[in-house]
């Protein structure tokens, strides 16, 4: 009985070890999702800029 119990505290023990490196990851992987978020913002600004830079260039071709 002793060592069911025993058995049952460490399979405890090494889920709730899982479960700790899982939520650590988890907060990773947010922090890194918010961060590519915010790279692709910047990245969407550059090429609205381009793009709005290339119409006017466009515009002033003589046809």
């Not at 069911?4 to 922090?31: M, P, T, V, W």
Request: proline share 2%.
């Amino acid at each position: 009985m002793d060592a069911e119990f025993d058995s049952l505290d460490g399979k405890i023990d090494q889920f709730l070890q899982l479960c700790q490196r899982l939520k650590s990851e988890n907060k990773e992987l947010r922090l890194q999702l918010a961060s590519a978020q915010g790279e692709v913002k910047l990245l969407e600004g550059k090429v609205d800029g381009a793009k709005s830079r290339l119409e006017t260039l466009l515009r002033q071709i003589p046809e």
